[in-house]
């Protein structure tokens, strides 16, 4: 299938380029060459892309980690300027992109920031998580979005996996923003489940960013140290 599609990769219109690479993405097949491929087909025709089509072809670029600086640079233009075309999950899963592949763009985390807020009821636990992971990865600072973010989350977070629960939290700690409320829900959400059902690295990350935010949390503090023996092994240095 790869090797036809770059045969026939100008018959492509954007529906096809955007699912030819979400198909892949889904598998967790790399075809180099046939991304680049897709990547500079898509570049020509990037205006013609829907805020799905656009969202999508991210995603799958950034799931399987393959590089296409020059498309990321078309999309963050068109994006930007489109914003309030995508939908609360469009917008998660583009900016998670961007920041998987450590892409960055500026002008579209700002038109992000801006626009989400106006929509964050909206947004389900993945998205919230997500955002807010992508912007601390890239070391964007957004305080009225992870205001929102903060708001929405705490009234929500039974919705939270243990691994959403973590991320949330890395992100706030990462970009040093405070919000005793949503801490302090992360920390009932936490000692409530099941530890077990955190991974390791989600045990640490979350313990982690309580620390660097000075934020006691005894109850979920106690839990993981509980739990924690019974798994030490599975920690990495």
Not at 8 to 31: C, S, V, Y
């Amino acid at each position: 299938i790869a090797e036809a599609t770059q045969v026939r990769i100008n018959e492509f219109n954007p529906l096809g380029l955007a699912n030819i690479a979400g198909a892949f993405a889904t598998l967790n097949h790399a075809a180099p060459s046939m991304f680049d491929d897709v990547a500079s087909a898509a570049q020509v025709r990037i205006k013609e892309f829907s805020s799905h089509q656009l969202a999508k072809l991210a995603w799958a670029f950034a799931t399987l980690n393959q590089q296409a600086e020059s498309l990321f640079d078309a999309i963050a233009s068109v994006a930007k300027v489109r914003i309030k075309e995508f939908s609360p999950h469009q917008l998660a899963k583009l900016a998670w992109s961007f920041a998987t592949l450590n892409q960055e763009a500026e002008s579209l985390f700002d038109a992000v920031a801006r626009f989400s807020p106006e929509c964050i009821d909206d947004f389900n636990s993945q998205d919230l998580s997500r955002t807010a992971w992508a912007f601390a990865a890239l070391s964007y600072d957004a305080p009225a979005l992870f205001d929102a973010i903060a708001t929405t989350s705490q009234g929500r977070i039974r919705e939270f996996s243990p691994h959403q629960l973590a991320d949330t939290a890395w992100a706030f700690a990462t970009l040093n923003h405070e919000a005793p409320s949503l801490f302090d829900a992360i920390a009932r959400r936490a000692a409530l489940m099941r530890i077990h059902d955190f991974s390791p690295q989600a045990i640490s990350q979350t313990a982690v960013a309580f620390a660097m935010l000075n934020h006691e949390a005894k109850s979920m503090f106690d839990a993981i140290a509980k739990a924690a023996p019974a798994c030490i092994g599975d920690f990495n240095p």
